[in-house]
């Protein structure tokens, strides 16, 4: 029963993270070559952020209806910004001189992207991916409130009924997963920074 | 009766009783949080042990933290905005201890080469130059804060979030749109105005760096 909430809980945190990287990676790229939509794309996502989470929700709803997809678009929504920011900026703080250089070896505009810099913005891609992840195991909490399920349901219901073990055993495992991830997602940036600058 | 007649009255209180929460909730932490980071950067051996643990708070849900609060305070405005308060300790704190630390140190010899002492070099010096840093996370706690005072009105002390929660438990979308909207406008318009005076104390301009 509470396996099964915990994997809920993941699978949505899962889905979010899978989609916002899937959106924002091109977004990022798309503020970093087309200098007109810069400011649209890199404003908007943080507007979007601003928003508190469970009025996005709330308004997420309103168009999807309850249930598992009003969530996980809500989830995406808001962590899009670590995404998008950390694109932008990877490719953008790249060294001018490497990207000189692949100029003057004849590659086109997209050879360069795909073979060079993206490359060498990844680490940097990691750790918005990674900052959207932790983002998203708590967010998700919220999901309970529009009929998604997940460890929120658990805290709520503690909550309610004054039940403190119950709402404490949710907690924890929440801060768990985030603390695990956080760390788990550090390490790996760790040893892919180490490899690049090897 | 349209909307506006049934509900605008109670919507103004709400917009009131949410930007006071926020208001009191970002002071609060603010004096704290300054506070304990001037502290911290004066003995970073320390801090490298409290930042970390405190990042790990950071991830109780807010939900959690006001409940837990509500068990033991009841239900008052102390209880919605002393969880608020330390939610809004953490960006500000963390944002203090980095922006002094990175001042550059020749700045600091220079200073005390000019004969300034330890406090003069900290509030005429290091305070300053740590300003835009401070600023930053200052906007970080504000706009955190707008959207976790939202889940005040859980526990029954409105605020906007009231409207949301009724509005979804009822499935009302008027009453949804009329929490959330005033409640983006006021992140927002709160995070823009902060991100004014933020340029305005700022002495460098170019710098840049990713979302940490």
């Given at each position: ?55 996005l ?37 790249i ?26 913005s ?54 768990a ?22 | ?55 790990v ?33 953490f ?29 003069q ?54 009453l ?37």
């Open positions: 029963m509470t396996v099964k909430i915990v994997l809920e809980h993941l699978y949505l945190v899962f889905l979010a993270v899978l989609f916002s990287t899937a959106v924002g990676l091109p977004l990022g790229i798309l503020a970093y070559l087309y200098r007109p939509l810069r400011r649209a794309v890199l404003v908007t996502s943080e507007i979007l952020q601003t928003i508190p989470a469970l009025a929700l709330g308004m997420v709803m309103l168009i999807f209806g309850a249930g598992k997809l009003t969530v996980i678009i809500g989830l995406v929504l808001y962590s899009l910004l670590p995404v998008v920011h950390n694109t932008f900026l990877g490719l953008d703080t060294n001018p001189g490497i990207k000189e250089a692949a100029r003057g070896m004849g590659l086109e505009k997209w050879d360069r992207l795909f073979s060079i810099e993206l490359p060498l990844f680490p940097m891609v990691f750790t918005g991916i990674r900052i959207a992840t932790v983002t998203s195991v708590g967010v998700a909490v919220f999901a309970t409130a529009v009929g998604g399920g997940g460890l929120g349901s658990i805290i709520n219901q503690g909550i309610r009924t004054q039940n403190m073990r119950l709402m404490l055993s949710g907690t924890l495992t929440l801060m997963i985030a603390v695990l991830f956080d760390i788990g997602m550090a390490f790996i940036e760790k040893k892919m920074n180490q490899r690049r600058s090897a | 009766m349209n909307f506006w007649e049934l509900y605008g009255q109670k919507l103004i209180t709400a917009v009131g009783v949410h930007f006071l929460y926020v208001f009191s909730a970002v002071s609060i932490g603010f004096i704290i949080a300054l506070t304990l980071g001037i502290l911290l950067s004066r003995v970073p051996s320390i801090a490298k042990v409290v930042l970390p643990l405190i990042s708070f950071q991830t109780i849900p807010g939900v959690v933290f006001i409940g837990l609060l509500f068990l033991s305070l009841g239900m008052v405005p102390a209880t919605a905005i002393t969880a608020l308060a330390i939610y809004a300790i960006p500000i704190l963390k944002n203090t201890y980095v922006g002094l630390l990175s001042v550059d140190r020749s700045l600091i010899e220079a200073a005390r080469g000019c004969g300034m002492s330890k406090t070099r900290l509030f005429e010096v290091e305070l300053p130059l740590a300003l835009p840093s401070i600023i930053g996370g200052l906007r970080i706690s504000t706009v955190y804060t707008v959207s976790w005072a939202v889940l005040a009105s859980m526990i029954g002390l409105g605020g906007l979030g009231e409207f949301i929660y009724i509005g979804i438990a009822t499935n009302n979308n008027k949804i749109v009329a929490g959330a909207i005033p409640s983006g406008i006021m992140a927002i318009s709160l995070s823009l105005l902060i991100d004014s005076v933020k340029k305005r104390v700022s002495y460098s301009s170019g710098r840049r760096g990713g979302v940490k």
